[in-house]
């Protein structure tokens, strides 16, 4: 009986001690760690990274830690062609999706991307933010068919063309070589009678150096972090606008963090597109022009009256229509999820922070 009193005040005192112990020795919180893969050079000299980087710092941050990135740059995890895959397969955990290099896999998507409609970034990435969040299509879209979560709103743009040879008018792309992703852009260069090609980035710099392609359809970030400004030396404004996309997750990923993890992740969604508009549009893009380009010997031209509103009516006639009735033929809500889109900017576009540093869109 003695020994059993004994060994009674023993657990009972080692209880005491356990209740009595500091909050140190208590079980630390788990920390998620996600792999982002990216396809661009890191943030130091690159606006359009640098704005991702900023989102992730955001996270990072308001998680006190809970949530961490390692960042994967310059296709250092998966080529740029994969990372779509890669992260609904959860080999990557987050990624940029950049939607116009996948058209047959996240059609809607696309509808960020349809030449002539947005001129400020910001407010397309808030009107497709909306569109993912409202529209069950692009549930079925992104988590369904792709296994990907919306995070935040990523961005590229105003869009122009970098040839090797002087483009003054629209006529001169006729039988021209451009780079550029598939999808809409593409159709507004084969409408005008050039012949679009898809390359990776990695590829593009060379195919320029040897003339096999006359041009890249892009911006002066992506053209001076990419040096393509070296082999092609002439520069145009399409007039075209920006492209929005949108940051992802892994959906098996988003499953395994806590709500209070989520809602922070949700909680940043503005920031990263306001991050993404300002560092790429409003800062990175003059930086970039007048830094890099026109010191290197770029020569720049703005199209004509005509040729803009030219331009804006191939894409309104022919790439817009094709657009829809290409979806449509899939049994998707393409007009409806276009009509929206436009709605949404021309709401997002008269509150944008940015206003009066962007030409207001034609839409009408």
Known sequence: MRKMSKLCSMVLAASAVMAMAPASFAQAPQVFTFKYASDSPPPENN??????????????????????????WAQTLVPSADQLRAVGAGIADVTTILSGFWPADIPL???????????????????????????????????????????????????????????????????????????????????????????????????????????????????????????????????????SHYIAMNLSSWNRLPQDLKRIIEETETYGIEVAARKFQYEGYPQKINDVMKPA??????????????AKKVAREVVWEKWIRDNEAKKLPAREIFNDFVLQYKKYEAASPFKGQFPPSVLD
């Open 297 to 310: 010997g770029v020569q720049f031209t703005d199209p004509s009256p005509a040729d803009v509103v030219r």
């Open 109 to 243: 998507s696309n509808v960020a991307w349809l030449p002539g409609v947005t001129t400020d970034s910001w407010s397309g990435m808030m009107a497709l933010r909306d569109l993912v969040k409202k529209h069950p299509a692009f549930m079925q879209e992104l988590e369904v068919r792709n296994k990907i979560k919306y995070m935040t709103g990523s961005a590229v743009g105003p869009a122009g063309l970098i040839t090797t040879r002087p483009v003054r008018t629209l006529d001169d792309l006729k039988g021209m070589k451009i780079i550029s992703i598939a999808g809409p852009l593409s159709d507004w260069l084969k409408a005008l009678g050039a012949v679009a090609v898809f390359i990776p980035a990695p590829e593009r710099y060379d195919a320029l150096s040897r003339k096999t392609v006359d041009g890249f359809t892009g911006q002066p970030i992506n053209i001076s972090v990419f040096r393509y400004y070296e082999p092609a030396k002439y520069y145009i404004d399409s007039f075209l606008g920006s492209g």
């Open 47 to 72: 606006p359009y990274t640098a704005a991702q980087d900023a989102w992730m710092v955001e996270v990072e941050k308001k998680s006190n830690g809970r949530i961490k990135f390692s960042r994967f």
